[in-house]
C-alpha cells in the first residue's frame, strides 16, 4: 500500500555542521508535503511545507527539497545548533482530503 | 496566539476506569484531528473532524473509543474502559480548511495500569 518512510532512523551531527534528513515516500498523487519537529516531550512543531508545484523552499536555516521523479523529500538544517535535537517527521497529503500520512521519523542528535 | 490547548497533560489511571481527553482547536481552524503516538506505531490517525462533523473515524481503534465536537472550539476523545494498552500519547490538533498544514497540541500522556 502507499506510504510514507524515512531513509535513517537516526542521525548524529556536529554543532555547526549542516544537517541533511531524508524522507521517501511511494504515493504519487502527493501534492502537498511537511515537515515537522518533536522534541521530547512535546507535540510535533511545523517547521516548512512544499507544494508538488515547488522542487524548492527556504525557510530559516531549513531549506525542503522535493523530487518528484523519484519520490524524495529532504530537509536540510544549516549550522546545526543543540536546540536541532529532536525526532523530524515528514508528513505527506495526497490533496483529497486533510489527512496527513506520518513517516516514522529520524532521532537527530547534535553533538557539541 | 494561543495555539491548540489539550487537557490533562498527563494522567494515569486504572484499567477499567473512564477517561475523558479534551481539546480546544486554533480559533478560526475548521478541521480537527485526534492522533495517537506510540513507540511501536508512531503518530496515528484516530479520527478527524471538518465544521465539527466527523468525517473519518477509521482510525478508532474500537467501540471503546469515541470523540465528540459539539461546537468549533470543544472536542473530547473519550475511551471507556480503559485498558493498558491504550498507554500513549494523545494529540489533538487543528487546521484551516484550505492551509492543510495541521498544528498539534503538547500531547495528552495517557497511563493505564
Known amino acids: 500500500g502507499e506510504s510514507v518512510g524515512l531513509h535513517l532512523p537516526t542521525l548524529s551531527v556536529q554543532e555547526g555542521d549542516n544537517s541533511i534528513i531524508n524522507c521517501a515516500y511511494s504515493?504519487?498523487?502527493?501534492?502537498?508535503f511537511i515537515w515537522y519537529k518533536q522534541e521530547s516531550g512535546k507535540g510535533p512543531q511545523f517547521i516548512i511545507d512544499i507544494r508538488s508545484n515547488m522542487d524548492k523552499r527556504q525557510g530559516q536555516r531549513v531549506t525542503v527539497l522535493l523530487n518528484k521523479t523519484v519520490k524524495h523529500l529532504s530537509l536540510q538544517i544549516a549550522a546545526t545548533q543543540p536546540g536541532d535535537s529532536a525526532v523530524y517527521f515528514c508528513a505527506e497529503n495526497s490533496g483529497n482530503d486533510y489527512k496527513l500520512s506520518f513517516g516514522a521519523g529520524t532521532t537527530v542528535t547534535v553533538r557539541a | 496566539d494561543a495555539g491548540v490547548i489539550q487537557s490533562p497533560r498527563h494522567e494515569v489511571t486504572e484499567m477499567g476506569q473512564e477517561v475523558t481527553l479534551r481539546c480546544k482547536p486554533i480559533s478560526g481552524h475548521n478541521s480537527l484531528f485526534w492522533y495517537r503516538q506510540t513507540m511501536m506505531r508512531g503518530l496515528e490517525l484516530l479520527i478527524y473532524?471538518?465544521?465539527?462533523?466527523?468525517?473519518?473515524d477509521s482510525g478508532m481503534p474500537e467501540d471503546r473509543f469515541s470523540a465528540k465536537m459539539p461546537n468549533a472550539s470543544f472536542s473530547t476523545l473519550k475511551i471507556q474502559p480503559s485498558e493498558p494498552r491504550d498507554s500513549a500519547v494523545y494529540f489533538c490538533?487543528?487546521?484551516?480548511?484550505?492551509?492543510?498544514?495541521?498544528?498539534f497540541g503538547e500531547g495528552s500522556w495517557l497511563t493505564v495500569v
Open positions: 504515493n504519487s498523487a502527493s501534492d502537498y
Open positions: 473532524f471538518n465544521n465539527n462533523v466527523p468525517i473519518d
Open positions: 490538533a487543528s487546521s484551516l480548511a484550505e492551509g492543510n498544514t495541521i498544528y
